[in-house]
T-cell receptor
Framework: GDSVTQMEGPVTLSEEAFLTINCTYT??????LFWYVQYPGEGLQLLLK?????DKGSNKGFEATYRKETTSFHLEKGSVQVSDSAVYFC??????????FGTGTSLTVIP | DVKVTQSSRYLVKRTGEKVFLECVQD?????MFWYRQDPGLGLRLIYF???????EKGDIPEGYSVSREKKERFSLILESASTNQTSMYLC????????????FGPGTRLTVL
């Protein structure tokens, strides 16, 4: 069945460091891929998405490229800020109505 | 601005009580979902609904039921709450189709004593 595997956390970085959170997926067909962010005490918010191979999603300095050959959708940001501290979820949506989420990666950015 | 609202942010109930969690969306979405979120386990789907009065079991439906009488409202019911149902409950909604993202409510943190 469809599934998402993302890098275990927690991740701690200094401000202005480079961020990569790895995400790989297993799916038949042509899924859409998403990154969500959850700030403390809140629900999930869409960060970015890509709906076909080689698409790059981007938002708020974050980027991820849909790589079908490696079944990956890694999240990157060139220079993290304290305000980026949150939990990040990779997800996929395929035919049908369901989403499949990774287990989440907690990021803490220290000044 | 699109919105998913949940009836309570925090709820404390006693073992054996019947608990209702309500979710309302104002986006005319066909699909609605209930998840629970636990540390280390991510989001687990309890139930989803793709139309009024329609429901499908997710990965962990045991101990829960749902109701969708109107398109905008999706209720999660714990028939007899137990301590292992202490968790964060998240509601989401979406349009039909794999290109469409899910929109989430703020969550309800339920504690069962």
């Amino acid at each position: 069945g469809d599934s998402v595997t993302q890098m275990e956390g927690p991740v701690t970085l200094s401000e202005e460091a480079f961020l990569t959170i790895n995400c790989t997926y297993t799916a038949t067909g042509y899924p859409s891929l998403f990154w969500y962010v959850q700030y403390p005490g809140e629900g999930l918010q869409l960060l970015l998405k890509a709906t076909k191979a080689d698409d790059k999603g981007s938002n708020k300095g974050f980027e991820a490229t849909y790589r079908k050959e490696t079944t990956s959708f890694h999240l990157e940001k060139g220079s993290v800020q304290v305000s980026d501290s949150a939990v990040y979820f990779c997800a996929l949506s395929n035919t049908g109505n369901q989403f499949y989420f990774g287990t989440g990666t907690s990021l803490t950015v220290i000044p | 601005d699109v919105k998913v609202t949940q009836s309570s942010r925090y709820l404390v109930k006693r073992t054996g009580e019947k608990v209702f969690l309500e979710c309302v969306q104002d986006m005319d979405h066909e699909n609605m979902f209930w998840y629970r979120q636990d540390p280390g386990l991510g989001l687990r789907l309890i139930y989803f609904s793709y139309d009024v009065k329609m429901k499908e079991k997710g990965d962990i439906p045991e101990g829960y039921s749902v109701s969708r009488e109107k398109k905008e409202r999706f209720s999660l019911i714990l028939e007899s709450a137990s301590t292992n149902q202490t968790s964060m409950y998240l509601c989401a909604s979406s349009l039909v189709g794999r290109y469409n993202e899910q929109f989430f409510g703020p969550g309800t943190r339920l504690t069962v004593l």
